[in-house]
T-cell receptor, first 113, second 109 residues
Framework: SQTIHQWPATLVQPVGSPLSLECTVE??????LYWYRQAAGRGLQLLFY??????ISSEVPQNLSASRPQDRQFILSSKKLLLSDSGFYLC????????????FGNGTRLTVT | GDSVTQMEGPVTLSEEAFLTINCTYT??????LFWYVQYPGEGLQLLLK?????DKGSNKGFEATYRKETTSFHLEKGSVQVSDSAVYFC????????FGTGTRLQVFP
């Protein structure tokens, strides 16, 4: 069966420090991968999605970036964190078939201080 | 552009009460519609889905019917339990999923 792993679960980082969040999927190949952010009291904001290795689409201009170095690995990064980057970050995957549902990881709670 | 609008929460109910969480959408074409649930401290889980007009998705006692004429996909449950307390997200799927802002449900014994 397919599983998705996301780490770390919680992270506290100072303003201006770098960020790297990692997500891996097991049990499937060539998944579509997504990074969402959930800010307190707000809905889910799609940040990046990828339909293949090295293919990244950005939905919102910001100081974050994403990379997909391997088929089932998706990394969210920042060179310098801002206070406004605090939030709950969710990685998700789905198959390439039309209308496949999203499967989410357990999320990373990021607090920028 | 495509969008989803959900009723604001929190929705507070007593156990065994009837639940409705409203969801309407704006989309070109014929999107699929989903409800996801997020329990405290966790990621989202798919609750149910409907892929075409008049389809009814159902799971764990929850139901939602895809109403094209009213562009709605309201979530209902006849008798809620304390364990249903969570945040519920409506979403539509074109080439990527667009989520509503979520509705927090609190069920008290």
């Amino acid at each position: 069966s397919q599983t998705i792993h996301q780490w770390p679960a919680t992270l506290v980082q100072p303003v201006g420090s770098p960020l790297s969040l990692e997500c891996t999927v097991e049990g499937t190949s060539n998944p579509n991968l997504y990074w969402y952010r959930q800010a307190a009291g707000r809905g889910l904001q799609l940040l990046f999605y990828s339909v293949g290795i090295g293919q990244i689409s950005s939905e919102v201009p910001q100081n974050l970036s994403a990379s997909r170095p391997q088929d089932r690995q998706f990394i969210l990064s920042s060179k310098k964190l801002l206070l406004s980057d605090s939030g709950f970050y969710l990685c998700a995957w789905r198959g390439s078939a039309y209308n496949s549902p999203l499967h989410f990881g357990n999320g990373t709670r990021l607090t920028v201080t | 552009g495509d969008s989803v609008t959900q009723m604001e929460g929190p929705v507070t109910l007593s156990e065994e009460a009837f639940l409705t969480i409203n969801c309407t959408y704006t989309a070109t074409g014929y999107p699929s519609l989903f409800w996801y649930v997020q329990y405290p401290g966790e990621g989202l889980q798919l609750l149910l889905k409907a892929t075409k007009a008049d389809d009814k998705g159902s799971n764990k006692g929850f139901e939602a019917t895809y109403r094209k004429e009213t562009t709605s996909f309201h979530l209902e449950k006849g008798s809620v339990q304390v364990s249903d307390s969570a945040v519920y997200f409506c979403a539509l799927d074109t080439d990527k999923l667009i989520f509503g802002t979520g509705t927090r449900l609190q069920v008290f014994p």
